[in-house]
């Protein structure tokens, strides 16, 4: 089915139903309960899901199959926002153009920081992936203040020409007329379930970016990627040059990455210099590492693991806390809130970082190797009880 395999198939299948049924997957608790705090079903946080899911897709092809870890990636995340808005500001709101101005020139910037930074490898490459984003950085805040006005980052203002737009145009980003924060609400009783245009337009560009990536995956480009992160140095002495091979991973790294800075900013037409930040970089990279690198579907779950600790557990604040505890003694409430909120609320980085060092340590592999544990510890039990059934049905002698 569309050139892959049964189990690549079953994979995107799995990452459609996901993606499609997100507004109901990801609401499970009433909508007026205590437990209503963990839905995140609500559009903003849907769409962080996809779009940086995009982003960790990209990184994945260089990172996980080349074995070239950068810290630039997000030069290429903030260059896409800031064509995105271009568009916006010279032709119109649709995302269509914006989108694809996006992906063609943080590939253009890709081939630059590519072809220099791929000269060395191992942690000099990093090194020079990350001097170039800080560069990139430092250029849009402060020097190329026409292009990005600076620190107070890239609007659309009433006064911008335009000149695409219609008189009927919304005046808002859209696609052909349909506005990305358009929605429907579907009340179920107590639940409520958010379907929105912004949220469907970027679910279906990341399952695009997702077979795509399969493709790459499985292809002879691919298996040569592969070669380039098993022993580059014995590949060269078969006479083969990795490095066009290696530079055509970035481009194509780098391609995802402004696609979903044009997603970001098609979702809020805003572009600032700090998408450009290394933080933003080391982001992408604990999203790889957290889902598990090398692997289809890890960038996918680490991105939406990070964002979602990032948008749910930022908000568990002290009177929260002291919501959830007011039925225990004042004295113990205290001291529980206070622990609590050295790991929730403004402290959710230290939880984040504990949950990546645990992972670490006993998942090298990621989430996707959790759940393959998982599922051999199922087969196994499964395996066990069946000569188990079958001898309790044979009949005594």
């Not at 544990?373 to 039990?381: E, M, Q, S, V």
Request: with cysteine.
């Amino acid at each position: 089915m569309l050139g892959i395999g049964k189990r690549d198939t079953t994979i995107l299948l799995v990452v459609a139903f996901m993606a499609l049924a997100a507004p109901i997957i990801l609401n499970p608790f009433p909508a007026n309960s205590a437990m209503a705090q963990f839905n995140a079903g609500y559009p903003d946080l849907m769409q962080r899901f996809v779009i940086f899911g995009i982003f960790a897709i990209g990184f994945n092809i260089l990172f996980g199959l080349t074995g070239y870890l950068s810290f630039g990636h997000a030069a290429f995340l903030g260059a896409g926002s800031y064509a995105a808005v271009w568009m916006f500001k010279l032709l119109s709101f649709n995302v269509i153009p914006a989108v694809l101005l996006s992906i063609v020139v943080a590939a253009l910037f890709s081939v630059l920081i590519g072809f220099i930074s791929l000269r060395r490898s191992g942690i000099y490459f990093s090194i020079l992936t990350l001097a170039f984003a800080q560069m990139s950085y430092n250029l849009a805040y402060s020097v190329l203040t026409p292009l990005t006005n600076g620190e107070t980052g890239l609007q659309v203002y009433t006064s911008d020409p335009q000149y695409l737009r219609g008189e009927g145009d919304p005046i808002v980003t859209h696609l052909f007329g349909l506005e990305m924060r358009a929605k429907e609400t579907l009340e179920l009783g107590p639940w409520a379930f958010d379907f929105s245009v912004g949220y469907y337009f970027c679910a279906i560009l990341m399952l695009i970016s997702f077979y795509i990536s399969i493709r790459i995956f499985r292809s002879p480009f691919g298996l040569m990627l592969r070669a380039v992160k098993s022993n580059n140095h014995r590949l060269s002495y078969t006479g083969l040059n990795s490095r066009p091979y290696a530079l055509t991973a970035f481009i194509i790294s780098g391609a995802y990455a402004g696609l979903a800075g044009g997603l970001l900013a098609a979702m809020d037409p805003l572009a600032g210099a700090e998408r450009m930040q290394w933080t933003a970089s080391g982001e992408v990279v604990l999203m790889t590492i957290l889902g598990g690198a090398g692997t289809l579907i890890g960038p996918v779950l680490g991105a939406g693991f990070i964002k979602y600790c990032e948008n749910i557990f930022s908000k568990i604040n002290e009177n929260v806390l002291h919501s959830w505890f007011a039925a225990l003694p004042d004295g113990l409430e205290t001291g529980l809130v206070w622990v609590a909120s050295k790991f929730v609320g403004e402290g959710w980085h230290l939880t984040l970082g504990l949950m990546f060092m645990l992972v670490v340590i006993f998942l090298p592999g990621g989430l996707v190797e959790g759940g393959q544990r998982i599922g051999r510890a199922l087969r196994r039990r499964r395996g066990q009880d069946e000569p188990g059934r079958s001898a309790a049905k044979e009949p005594a002698e």
